[in-house]
């Protein structure tokens, strides 16, 4: 089952960014690569739970603002000490000029 639910404009995130959206009262981090690759995670790192978004992307890595653990943003696997546990990623896709965020991926 997909439940895919508008999340921003293509024109909104820039490449190698990250922008956060929220859709019913659940935070998310909305990332986009270079080649207008977009992926989706939990907005939050599994550490310490800081904001995701705060962070800097680069080469398909995100690294948390606060102790820099780093994920792989399009598997959400953990990259290494202080995080051992994977983000939960979710598919994403543009439709339209939007980007779309299936959140039962």
Request: hydrophobic share 40%; aromatic share 8%.
């Amino acid at each position: 089952m997909s439940n895919w639910v508008p999340a921003c404009a293509v024109g909104d995130i820039d490449e190698e960014d990250v922008v956060p959206f929220e859709h019913a009262g659940t935070e998310y981090a909305l990332y986009r690569l270079e080649g207008d690759e977009f992926y989706a995670s939990q907005a939050h790192c599994t550490h310490e739970q800081e904001v995701l978004c705060d962070g800097l992307v680069m080469d398909g890595v995100i690294e948390c603002p606060k102790h820099n653990g780093r994920f792989d943003v399009r598997t959400g696997k953990a990259l290494g000490a202080p995080v051992i546990v994977d983000l939960r990623t979710f598919p994403a896709k543009v439709v339209d000029g939007e980007v779309h965020v299936d959140l039962d991926g």
